[in-house]
């Protein structure tokens, strides 16, 4: 293609001027409700419909093709065939239409074939000039300059500041549906389909420009294009724009091949959520959640701080509310002494002030006390949302609604309030033209429908808030792989090219690792049984041997590691035994033993750097023993890893505790420990894309007494 | 009261021919909605208004007193202020009405004089021979017999098979109106108020005994007569009527305190999950979870077995709910070899034929492969419930719905299936009269709304299912503590009541642990260093020494207890050490040291049993070390607990593939071990309710060797 597909160049494709239908006919329904909707956003005089035959459809008459409209046109909509479609884009090129929009299916979703077809569709697209959305997709809507290009029905007429990207078709009339539920307004609507140029990344670029929209909720299976949606992602963080995804795939058993234990830990949707996070991408489990927590990140924006206020005039929904936010870990703070102060002032003697507030039957006789409270809680110094949660009606029963009274003392008092408000409806109902009207007289922009997804929403937010608050002040949260190589203090002598190749031996690793700043427990490398027992003498105490061999991956798998060897007659004898182990197993060169000093007592953690193929070197932190082999208990963060970002990792896992010192076991100097991970991780980017994995384990923690006690290092050449 | 409140007493308050309204009023809108409600539902005619000056209210003629009303009234709803209650009641029960439903607040929830004021009441009431509902709530309506006693304006006008129960009427009208929008037609809405006579679980009893109740939704925050909730639960159990229960307080932090660790592991909270799971009853945490998991048990009945096969023409919903699934533990089984011929046999070239199932975009050709695929789905030998994902209207646009021919199809496919089908609606969306429309048109009964809620739903009704499977076939699934006491093989001579009291000594504890037949490790109680190098020897290998005293119930915090000691010189130290540790802690007597062989390798657990308030003894079962230390590791159940129930709570922990043999450790013998674990349930039950605490810490596992390492019981009598 003669250009990159930026965002400058899919406004033509996204706020097309005119339109074209190719393909048009009455006996498609597609094209009939395509139709229908330009007609009915008021399109009708730039669509134009091209017919093979030029038969009148959906009585206006046709062109035979794109070249006989005559009249400038942006988007070609591809109805026809898959057969007919290269010829298609071809009339349309001609006729100087650069976008093409291609509904068929039987493209890269359906085998060899497919796959060989598309790749054709690209070539020949490109060949053109032409941007190409799809195939097997269902178009898009811009409802803000009201341009639908798409078959599904029944869209909705108002726009508003959320983006909708799917690459499920199927589903996507469903998640406009629920949209409208919701009241979660809309700015674009845009289906993916098999993302064969333009991918979920792009459009994600273009709506970070778009100034109508303030959030974008995204349902994806798959991200096709990693550096593009990275690029993407960290575009809207920086703009402020959250960007909340519905990813699919959080089920699939698939772990990554790895020489290292650290494959194991490392599944495909492990990574994309550990990436997710370092990009501050919310990720949400239900098309509910994500278009509530994406319409109510659009309306409030950024909040200043996490602490949920809560305001309701129902205890129930109070409890019902702190049970989620305890399950979800949201916060809802203490209230202050002021703000306690304040409260005790305006709520009733038989009241409890704490927070979630339950105003008590006393705002029935006085309204003004949920404005009074509002103002109070939104105050607070922890409080960065106040969350009010009562009723709102969806339809009417033919009587004035007798709660409007309710709602507009809550609507005075976000007028009043020193910080963000949002209604909370007890459940998840719709809001309707009715629930508008209520809302609109009492100065009520937003609704949260259901208090678990309200929590929800605004955990996702506050979290997003803080993950994302320095991308916005420019310094980017975690610095671009390519920077973080070149930070000083780890100036590592890469390997040459004929060195990385195959598993590196333990004494090989260890002399990286010690030249990269990363402490290693001390070692001689024994050949003999009198230096080796020579070398236990002088580190005194127990000592560990374990085989030096460039062949043997797991030591002890074969009888090449002895651990708490004592004396040097026990010493030597443990040489003898290992080398014998060990050159017993065909074709292993043994070069000697490695002599250590045992470490006991403390805490053993597995450090670790896989390459994922989508989105590169993944680093992996886990406490040894059980809580890796039982549970799983692990952290992951893609490359680079800032001593701070590794300190939450560590904090992060099940047991952390351990490392906070119980059982007798000192505790650990985490920012030392967060400060040795942080050099694992920019060593393996250092040691550039041959490298395939690098493990410590275990590296041993005892206070501030860190060392790494085995690691494997291995290339992605054999 | 003269007698008790059984479901036929209950029926005079629940089913009433006439009502009157006690304090009606147009000042108040209480009673103005009362009425409404009252006159919409037909019940006009049979309501009469009672206020104090004999004033026209809401435009009709009132009497100054029940006595006046000169008909038989079976309900007064009484509106008037606290202070007049007990008047009023007295003259409601002079005019024969034996059914109070009292809506002030005040009572028990306001304070020490709130609390008196409902003792009151209640026992005025009982003088009276009234059953008094309430007080603090907003009355019931039965949907069945259309019988508002509520001021809840918009009730519905259908009914159906779903009770509503709530103890919080703040939140009452919205759970109505979320009923309505997810299509859970309501036999009965209660609220309970304060229950100061009437209970939850008299409620649930009455609600078994209804023939149009099929399942019942309760939102609680606290079970205030757990024995009749109890007893209520299990009749409802084996009447095959489901209980969903949105119970508040999960966060709650409150720990009981015990004197030994199982205290800490059993929360009010964590107790209540495990007597909710004991009883059958569902544990949601959402109204919307609820009503929509009540509504889809009260159409679907008991599964068969817990499968779910999945029918969908959105590949991004089978994701989604594959997720959901995997999250929740629902099965989605592979389909059987059957299955899948007959799948293929109609699936195109292109589909994948597996669990879930897409139909892929052919069936917007031909519908009938839905009805065909259902029919597949439904005879397959791993499925119990077959659920169909698709798209409902709930909004006309005043076009024919283009949907219906699916939807019809799929209601096709319903009336041939060889077992239970469900619709499901893509996303949560209110079931409309428009909707109502198209399912009737498709014959389609019940819709769930929502991918999340589906396997919400659908996972807890299979749990369900199986969990009160034996309640139904007149098996209880546990025999009631009286029963269990007396089982044959575990006769134990309850101490005699001087003997109950305190924290008993190790030597103690572990002669009652044997006479129980649970296996304790071998001993020998020392009163010599000689004697102590004896036992060792005679044990060979390395012992454990523990301080044998009366008052010592931590013997490690004083230095009482020595592990690994070997040979008699060592042994004999260790004693003198042991004895004059203890010694020098004033108040403790010293009666010698207890020797027993060292146990090592293998897996420790923690098996207590404590005491709750409500619900009697809990046992705990948890293992050693980090897993309970760190994670809080364990599993509650009350007691009895079978040799089953106790396996399963084994295989609960998280950590339960320590049991299965992991790091070089035998498996565990999970057989051997529940029936261990049974035992000291079955014993603490024996011990009677002078028993405050039974705790077995470490019980060592290694292979069938199971031993009881110490013990510690105590009494609720210092």
Not at 76 to 95: E, I, K, N, R, Y
């Amino acid at each position: 293609m003669a250009g990159p597909i930026t965002p400058q160049r899919l406004a033509s494709l996204f706020r097309p001027r005119s339109v074209a239908l190719v393909g048009a006919s009455d006996k498609s329904n597609f094209s009939a409700v395509t139709y229908r909707n330009l007609v009915e956003f008021g399109h009708a005089d730039r669509t134009y419909l091209v017919n093979r035959r030029g038969a009148e459809t959906h009585g206006r008459p046709t062109v035979t093709s794109c070249a006989a409209i005559g009249e400038p046109v942006d988007v070609a909509f591809m109805m026809v065939p898959q057969a007919g479609t290269l010829d298609a884009l071809s009339d349309a090129a001609a006729a100087g239409i650069r976008n093409a929009v291609v509904l068929s299916a039987g493209y890269g979703e359906a085998g060899e074939a497919g796959r060989a077809a598309q790749a054709e569709l690209v070539a020949h697209a490109e060949s053109l000039d032409m941007v190409l959305l799809g195939p097997n997709q269902l178009g898009f809507a811009n409802f803000v300059h009201r341009t639908p290009v798409t078959p599904i029905p029944g869209l909705p007429h108002e726009s508003g500041p959320v983006a909708l990207l799917s690459q499920s078709g199927a589903s996507s009339s469903a998640m406009l549906d629920f949209a409208g539920v919701a009241g979660a307004d809309l700015s674009y609507m845009v289906t993916l389909g098999n993302e064969a140029m333009v991918t979920a990344g792009h459009v994600l670029d273009y709506l970070v420009d778009d100034e109508h929209t303030r959030a974008i909720a995204i349902f994806l299976e798959t991200v096709r294009d990693p550096a593009v949606f990275r690029a993407a992602a960290r575009r809207a963080a920086a703009a402020g724009k959250p960007i909340v995804a519905l990813k699919a795939g959080s089920s699939e058993l698939a772990a990554r091949t790895a020489a290292a234990h650290t494959g194991a830990l490392v599944g495909d949707d492990r990574t994309v959520d550990a990436v997710f996070r370092d990009l501050g991408v919310i990720r949400v489990d239900s098309i509910e959640d994500m278009l509530i927590t994406a319409g109510t990140a659009a309306r409030l924006g950024r909040l200043a701080r996490p602490g949920i206020g809560v305001v309701s005039i129902s205890g129930g929904a109070c409890d019902i509310l702190a049970d989620r936010a305890d399950d979800l870990g949201a916060e809802l703070p203490a209230f202050a002494p002021a703000t306690v102060q304040a409260l005790d002032a305006i709520m009733p003697s038989y009241g409890t002030v704490h927070n979630p507030l339950d105003v008590t039957g006393a705002a029935i006789i006085d309204p003004t006390l949920f404005t009074r409270a509002i103002e109070a809680v939104s105050a607070d110094p922890g409080v960065g949302v106040v969350a009010v949660v009562n009723s709102l009606p969806w339809m009417s029963d033919g009587r004035p609604y007798s709660g409007q009274v309710f709602a507009d003392a809550i609507g005075d008092g976000m007028q009043n309030a020193a910080g963000p408000v949002v209604y909370v409806n007890q459940v998840l109902q719709p809001i309707t033209a009715y629930t508008r009207e209520v809302m609109a007289r009492a100065r009520v922009p937003h609704v949260i429908p259901g208090l678990r997804q309200a929590v929800v929403a605004l955990h996702n937010l506050a979290w997003w808030s803080d993950a994302t608050r320095d991308a916005v002040s420019g310094t980017p949260q975690a610095a671009t792989p390519q920077a973080a190589t070149s930070q000083p203090g780890t100036p590592v002598a890469v390997p040459e090219a004929s060195a990385r190749r195959g598993a590196w031996s333990e004494t090989a690793a260890r002399a990286l690792l010690t030249e990269a700043g990363i402490p290693v427990v001390p070692g001689e490398a024994a050949t003999s049984a009198r230096q080796a027992a020579k070398a236990a003498a002088g580190f005194g105490g127990p000592v560990a041997m374990k085989v030096v061999s460039p062949d043997v991956l797991h030591k002890s798998d074969i009888g090449g590691v002895r651990l708490g060897v004592t004396g040097d007659e026990a010493v030597a004898a443990a040489y003898d035994e290992i080398t014998t182990a060990a050159s017993n197993v065909p074709g292993t060169r043994v070069e000697g033993v490695l002599v250590s000093p045992l470490r006991s007592g403390g805490t053993e953690l597995l450090v670790g750097v896989v390459r994922d193929p989508d989105w590169g070197p993944v680093l992996a932190v886990a406490l040894g023993g059980v809580f890796v082999e039982v549970l799983g208990d692990s952290a992951l963060s893609p490359l680079p890893v800032s001593p701070v970002r590794a300190r939450a990792l560590l904090e992060s896992l099940r047991g952390a505790a351990l490392l906070h010192g119980v059982r007798g076991t000192p505790p650990a100097d985490l920012d030392a420990l967060a400060e040795v991970v942080a050099r694992v991780g920019d060593l393996a980017l250092a040691l550039g894309d041959d490298l395939e994995s690098l493990e410590i384990n275990p590296l041993h923690v005892s206070g501030s007494t860190i060392e790494a006690l085995d690691a494997v290092i291995t290339w992605r050449n054999a």
